[in-house]
């Protein structure tokens, strides 16, 4: 029940990814930036609809009286067990697919910046 570290770092092979597909065709910079940027969106938005699906039915358990949120194996990062799990779903479902976006995007940009005019094909 970690944090889903492996979707973030996927970001960073995704960015990739989609830099270089870009780069093969002849486009302008500014293009290929927007382009870059929508991908990630898509990728990040699917994240979410995942992560929405696994943890959105513990939502439920926030409206069970008397429910133990000790014994739920997560961390008690806050005072509150209560709270503590509502700041973890809000991890799960909405900060870590935005983490991704960032990583997708991060990555991205750096294989960008080593793209040169060499490298263009075609």
Same mark, same amino acid.
């Given at each position: 029940?970690?944090?889903?570290?492996?979707?973030?770092?996927?970001?960073?092979?995704?960015?990739?990814?989609?830099?270089?597909?870009?780069?093969? &065709?002849?486009?302008?910079?500014?293009?290929?930036?927007?382009?870059?940027?929508?991908?990630?969106?898509?990728?990040?938005? #699917? !994240?979410?609809?995942?992560?929405?699906?696994?943890?959105?039915?513990?939502?439920?358990?926030? #409206?069970?009286?008397?429910?133990?949120?000790?014994?739920?194996?997560?961390?008690?990062?806050?005072?509150?067990?209560?709270?503590?799990?509502?700041?973890?779903?809000?991890?799960?479902?909405?900060?870590?697919?935005?983490?991704?976006?960032?990583? !997708?995007?991060?990555?991205? &940009?750096? !294989?960008?910046?080593?793209?040169?005019?060499?490298?263009?094909?075609?």
């Amino acid at each position: 029940m970690g944090v889903p570290i492996f979707n973030i770092l996927f970001g960073f092979v995704v960015g990739w990814y989609i830099a270089k597909r870009l780069t093969l &065709y002849n486009e302008n910079q500014k293009d290929i930036l927007k382009k870059v940027f929508n991908y990630a969106i898509i990728v990040s938005l #699917f !994240t979410l609809v995942v992560m929405a699906i696994l943890w959105g039915p513990a939502i439920k358990l926030l #409206f069970t009286p008397g429910y133990d949120f000790k014994n739920f194996g997560i961390p008690l990062i806050l005072f509150d067990p209560k709270a503590s799990f509502i700041g973890w779903l809000v991890l799960m479902i909405f900060i870590s697919p935005f983490l991704q976006l960032l990583t !997708t995007v991060f990555a991205a &940009y750096l !294989t960008l910046l080593n793209w040169n005019k060499e490298d263009r094909m075609i």
